[in-house]
């Protein structure tokens, strides 16, 4: 159980165009959602944090306006990155909250964005 | 805000024996939890082990285990019987209680485990 849907696995998109990513919850409501970059042989880098029916909170120098976060459901949380530019190719990982108690997370299978 | 230090950039054991990977820790909160993550090639995360940082008693998962000294700000993954499928990155995490902030995991930069057959 618990598991989280994340598509697509990668994509590739031009400069100036947006992108979007869904994850969601297959067997639970995931009130909140952490979304993560990872850029090549590097650390995952918490970007921001959706929660159902409230604005996102973004970490410090992550763009709001680049990385649009919406959570609109119990079941869905979409990133989209907006004017994609080559720097913005990396590794994208969403993760919500287990349920039922204890601290522990799942994770989505990841999207490799590639802008070229 | 809290950083996870892995010193350990890659490390190399032989199937069969013992690897321990190094996690060191800074915060100020007495309160915590503590996570490593496998990373295969697939990329996917997949949790190995955690520990609460109110249990004095190190966790252990099978051919998994931590030596968590919390003075220390210590947290080291031992992996007994290496096997080739353990090859992979290695990620120490950190996380604040809930209610504490921010619950989304701090991650150190991870060490590649190879393992030789």
């Known amino acids: 159980g618990a598991v989280v849907s994340q598509h697509p696995s990668w994509v590739i998109c031009k400069s100036g165009t947006s992108v979007k990513i869904e994850c969601r919850s297959l067997?639970?409501?995931?009130?909140?959602m952490f979304w993560y970059r990872q850029f090549p042989k590097q650390s995952l880098m918490l970007m921001a944090t959706?929660?159902?029916?409230?604005?996102?909170?973004?970490e410090q120098g992550v763009e709001k306006d680049k990385f649009l976060i919406n959570h609109a459901s119990l079941t869905l949380s979409t990133l989209t990155v907006t004017s994609a530019h080559p720097e913005d190719s990396s590794f994208y990982i969403c993760?919500?909250?287990?349920?039922?108690?204890?601290?522990?997370?799942?994770f989505g299978s990841g999207t490799r964005l590639t802008v070229v | 805000a809290q950083t996870v230090t892995q010193s350990q950039p890659e490390m190399s054991v032989q199937e069969a024996e013992t690897v321990t990977l190094s996690c060191t820790y800074d915060?100020?909160?007495?309160?915590?939890?503590l996570f490593w993550y496998k990373q295969p090639p697939s990329r996917q995360m997949i949790l190995v082990i955690r520990q609460e940082a109110y249990k004095q008693q190190n966790a252990t998962e099978n051919r998994f285990s931590v030596n968590f000294q919390k003075a220390a700000k210590s947290f080291s993954l031992k992996i007994s019987d290496s096997q080739l499928g353990d090859a992979a990155m290695y990620f120490c995490?950190?996380?604040?209680?809930?209610?504490?902030?921010?619950?989304?995991?701090?991650f150190g930069k991870g060490t590649h485990l190879i393992i030789q057959p």
């Open positions: 993760s919500a909250p287990k349920q039922g108690g204890g601290y522990g997370y799942t």
């Open positions: 915060t100020s909160e007495s309160d915590y939890y």
């Open positions: 959706s929660n159902e029916g409230s604005k996102a909170t973004y």
């Open positions: 067997d639970f409501q995931a009130t909140t």
């Open positions: 995490a950190y996380r604040s209680p809930p209610g504490g902030g921010a619950d989304g995991l701090t």
